[in-house]
């Protein structure tokens, strides 16, 4: 299986703030990422997939980058909302695996 | 608009069998996708369990693959887990979602709000 490292496993932001989280996968696989944000008891929800597309809806302050092994997910002027925690997805091979998660916290 | 809702028991007895229920609505589950099953634990963080096609064709994790199955009732836009010989470990948040392939990726654009299930006698 692709193992997928997230990092960090948490941090702590303001609103406003830029924060950047990192995904490096045990093998290179193009650009077959996706970044999720889930919320308790809410629906999770796609906000990047194939490393840099954003999926439609999500507000531009989200956006991704990277290819082969090493991946980030990059929210700019962070609101209130996006509190939450935040997951790497590998679909370049199964079994689809997902990164440990970052918490973003207040 | 399309959604997914699971349904089902939130509580399993140790060795029993989890079931439950994904219900495709506001649009046909005949469509060109995946539907499958994720689950999402304390212990082992978010799993993907396996997944079925509308034919009936399925993909199982290989790590669960002898206690899964997954099925599809066309006619009630539904698709089904089953997990057998469950333990203390499988307690977890069940989420049904989409998989939706493309000609550069494929990914998951849709998922259900998730249901408990707890393992416990």
């Known amino acids: 299986d692709i193992q997928m490292t997230q990092s960090p496993s948490s941090l702590s932001a303001s609103v406003g703030d830029r924060v950047s989280i990192t995904c490096r996968a045990s093998q290179t696989m193009s650009s077959f990422i996706n970044w999720y944000q889930f919320k308790p008891g809410k629906a999770p929800r796609l906000l990047i997939h194939a490393a840099s597309s954003l999926e439609s809806g999500v507000p531009i302050r989200f956006s991704g980058s990277g290819s082969g092994t090493d991946f980030i997910l990059i929210i700019n002027d962070l609101q209130r909302e996006d509190f939450a925690t935040y997951y790497c997805q590998q679909t370049y091979s199964e079994p689809w695996t997902f990164g440990q998660g970052t918490k973003v916290e207040i | 608009q399309v959604q997914v809702q699971e349904s089902g028991p939130g509580l399993v007895k140790p060795s029993g069998t989890l079931s439950l229920t994904c219900t495709v609505s506001?649009?046909?589950?005949?469509?060109?996708?995946?539907w499958s099953w994720v689950r999402q634990s304390p212990g082992k963080g978010l799993e993907w369990i396996g997944e079925?096609?509308?034919?009936?064709?399925?993909n199982y994790n290989p790590s669960l693959k002898s206690r899964v199955t997954i099925s599809v009732d066309k006619s009630n836009n539904q698709f089904f887990l089953k997990l057998n010989s469950v333990t203390a470990a499988d307690t977890a948040i069940y989420y049904c979602?989409?998989?939706?392939?493309?000609?550069?990726?494929?990914?998951?654009?849709?998922w259900g709000r998730g249901t408990l299930v707890t393992v416990s006698s």
């Open positions: 979602a989409r998989r939706t392939v493309t000609l550069r990726n494929w990914y998951f654009n849709l």
């Open positions: 079925i096609y509308h034919s009936g064709s399925t």
């Open positions: 506001g649009g046909s589950i005949s469509t060109s996708n995946w």
